[in-house]
């Protein structure tokens, strides 16, 4: 059997966030062990933390929405062109707000200018639209091209960073490279235009998907923004240099956060093309169930590593990361549930941003605090916090208003007995360091 054939959108949309990942995490490998200053790595992380600051949550949105709706349009190639120029329209507005408002966002992330932060806004402008790739691939089922274009993306990205880098060039150089390389993947994305959607410009219809959209959007500027704000945090109380320890502790295992988010996200148009959604949550159970049995083995296996890896994996400046990295591990238990994708295929988008207000208030007030207790660590747990309370309440309303339990959706008892491993491995490493 080929395997194109053993691949489905689920597991195909997991390999390529899996690449994606690798990608950043071996970039920051290759950056620390090159030898080049804190300060140039934590200006780079800066770069990359604006960019995604401005961009996520419109992009998230956006995005999402066509998930959950491409397949209610009877003219879908029309109704996917539209989806392009809205996200398109996006992309300029961000640009333009870039570069009116310079000043201020620089100094926002930084006490002073941030070289390289004029080719950060043109890498947003042409980076934007590019994610509707991945997302036509899923909509189309074409696993084998999402596979091929992830490991390419994946490979040219880090050729563009660390190699002008690693050969005496400043960091604007190397942004120029991700910059063309965006600009190539655009052209990519304009090639695949062409063949899957009619160019039938009809604004009523952008009207009608950002009217669905906007819920979205806000939702994940409040609830995605945690690990924007603890970023923050830590650049305004702490300085670069320890800033640029805590991102590279801040970053949760690559299986479990990509590859939650692309079972939360392919499942969302599964859930919704069957006319009763209960008759397809067997599915999601199964799915986070095989997920869980590879997540939770390798959390707890890296936790009880954590503080022999990292000194190894980078080098000994970064050795304090590996505490902060325990913390964000315990993010595991909350991602391996997923009312999310249940509540964007019934399309209740006010209900999630009116949970995003909370988990972002929960994570301001708890990160803030912890911080003034515990220090830099505080503001990793006032993240585990919000999250927490965040699947909590989705699942409580799930309930609630739908009558969908929790049982339905996740295999509670494997669940519950792979937490409390996990957290009995937090509390081991946490008592010997």
């Excluded at 062109?81 to 398109?88: A, G």
């Excluded at 067997?282 to 997540?295: E, P, Q, R, T």
Aim: positive net charge.
């Amino acid at each position: 059997m080929k395997l194109s054939a053993r691949l489905n959108t689920i597991n195909g949309l997991q390999i390529f966030q899996a690449t994606r990942f690798a990608g950043l995490l071996l970039t920051g490998i290759l950056l620390a062990k090159s030898g080049i200053g804190l300060h140039i790595i934590g200006n780079y992380e800066k770069l990359l933390l604006v960019a995604g600051a401005i961009s996520f949550f419109w992009i998230q949105g956006i995005l999402n929405s066509l998930l959950s709706s491409y397949f209610d349009h009877t003219e879908k190639k029309v109704y996917l062109f539209n989806v392009f120029v809205l996200i398109s329209l996006f992309s300029l507005l961000i640009f333009g707000l870039m570069k009116l408002f310079s000043n201020q966002l620089q100094h926002l992330f930084s006490d002073d200018y941030l070289p390289g932060y004029r080719w950060i806004c043109l890498f947003v402008l042409f980076n934007s639209p590019c994610f509707l790739i991945e997302t036509i691939y899923l909509l189309k089922k074409k696993t084998s091209s999402l596979i091929a274009y992830g490991i390419t993306s994946a490979l040219l990205s880090i050729a563009a960073v660390v190699v002008p880098l690693l050969l005496g060039y400043s960091i604007e150089t190397a942004l120029a490279w991700l910059v063309l390389w965006a600009i190539i993947r655009f052209f990519w994305l304009l090639r695949l235009l062409l063949k899957n959607t009619i160019p039938d410009f009809r604004f009523p219809m952008v009207q009608q998907h950002l009217f669905l959209a906007w819920p979205l959007i806000i939702s994940y500027l409040i609830g995605g923004s945690a690990d924007y704000i603890d970023g923050l945090m830590a650049t305004h109380f702490f300085g670069p240099d320890v800033f640029a320890v805590f991102r590279y502790g801040a970053r949760e295992f690559p299986l479990s956060i990509l590859m939650a988010n692309a079972l939360s996200t392919s499942m969302i148009p599964i859930l919704r093309e069957s006319p009763m959604i209960n008759n397809k949550l067997g599915a999601l159970k199964n799915h986070s169930a095989s997920l869980m049995n590879l997540i939770y083995p390798a959390s707890i296996v890296l936790m009880l590593g954590s503080s022999w890896i990292y000194p190894r994996l980078f080098d000994q400046r970064f050795s304090e990361s590996a505490a902060i990295f325990n913390i964000y591990l315990l993010l595991a238990v909350s991602r391996m549930v997923f009312p999310q994708s249940i509540a964007l295929a019934l399309k209740v988008n006010k209900i999630v941003l009116k949970i995003a207000f909370i988990e972002i208030l929960v994570n301001v007030i708890a990160s803030y605090l912890l911080m003034l207790k515990w220090g830099i660590i505080g503001i990793a747990w006032g993240t585990v916090i919000a999250y927490t309370i965040e699947k909590i309440l989705l699942c409580i309303y799930l309930q609630q208003k739908h009558q969908i339990k929790i049982r339905e959706y996740i295999p509670l008892a494997r669940w519950t007995i792979y937490s409390i491993l996990l957290l009995t491995s937090y509390l081991i490493i946490s008592y010997f360091n």
